[in-house]
């Protein structure tokens, strides 16, 4: 199958282009920056430069399924996250419509609903409601945090989880439910050929665990762990301080992010995952169907 991901380089993206490589898929990949190991076709480009329709037209030719999994945690010149999760994600989901796309899978978040808070979510919120909308065949796919093996996040959680005073936001008493990337991956692969789409689903750990926890268990050292609560609301006063310096996981939406319970129903996942429903799409056919 003729696949294009997004966000090729990032994290998601260069696990998931690994583990569709080795089911023969012709992969074709978007990134910007950032190489990847991998020998697939490349297209070079910024996001953010992708906002009209006829810019994304000449990728998608011969393609069949688009994954998107662009995401941003945090908004610079270029970058907003207007741009990067909506205005440019909805202009690619119309050129798959025009181009005859059969199937895309949104790489959402969890928290991006109608409760949605901050401008990360409420932008993937915006993109994710076209995609519903839209003629295609769609899985909204709203993952809780994601660790594993080149994860940012995971390794600046894992320096945490080891330092002999570990700080903890408002006590450390928020509920997340992680996933791992491998998980992540399969989840997609599961919607690439699944035959019933247009499907949203919460992706997350079996269990709700609190932040205190995940940091115990993230932890290698043997010594006893000892934490530091910094309240909330000073935390939120240095982010206001220090946002000249751009420190992307030190912003106030992070923050009240965190503030939240980042958990959801882990059933319909797995109901998902282990249902029979998978098929080999086909390109032509589908052109045909739509054609009537």
């Not at 282009?17 to 089911?23: A, F, K, Y």
């Not at 992708?50 to 688009?66: A, H, N, S």
């Not at 409601?129 to 993952?143: A, C, G, I, K, M």
Request: with cysteine; net charge positive; charged share 20%.
């Amino acid at each position: 199958m003729n696949i294009l991901i997004t966000g090729a380089s990032g994290f998601i993206g260069r696990h998931l282009i690994r583990s569709l490589v080795q089911s023969d898929h012709n992969i074709s990949a978007c990134i910007h920056k950032s190489e990847i190991p991998f020998k697939v076709k490349i297209f070079t480009c910024d996001f953010a430069q992708m906002q009209k329709v006829t810019d994304w037209l000449p990728l998608l030719m011969g393609i069949d399924v688009v994954i998107n999994c662009v995401g941003v945690i945090a908004e610079d010149k270029k970058h907003s996250f207007n741009v990067m999760h909506h205005l440019a994600p909805v202009a690619l989901f119309i050129a798959c419509e025009k181009t005859h796309v059969q199937r895309v899978i949104q790489v959402s978040a969890l928290g991006a609903d109608d409760s949605a808070r901050v401008e990360y979510h409420k932008s993937k919120l915006k993109a994710d409601d076209y995609l519903r909308q839209s003629t295609l065949e769609w899985f909204v796919l709203r993952p809780s945090l994601i660790f594993g093996e080149g994860g940012k996040s995971y390794v600046f959680f894992k320096c945490l989880s080891n330092l002999p005073i570990i700080p903890l936001v408002g006590g450390g008493q928020q509920l997340i439910q992680p996933i791992a990337v491998d998980e992540m991956v399969a989840v997609i692969e599961k919607c690439i050929l699944n035959k019933r789409p247009n499907q949203t689903f919460d992706v997350v750990g079996d269990k709700p665990i609190t932040y205190k926890q995940w940091m115990l268990q993230l932890r290698n050292k043997q010594s006893k762990a000892r934490f530091m609560t910094l309240p909330i609301s000073w935390m939120k006063f240095m982010a206001k301080l220090l946002k000249p310096f751009k420190l992307k996981l030190l912003s106030t939406d992070n923050l009240t992010m965190l503030e939240q319970n980042n958990v959801a129903d882990s059933l319909p996942l797995k109901e998902f995952i282990h249902s029979t429903g998978d098929s080999c799409l086909c390109r032509n056919d589908k052109i045909q169907e739509k054609s009537k």
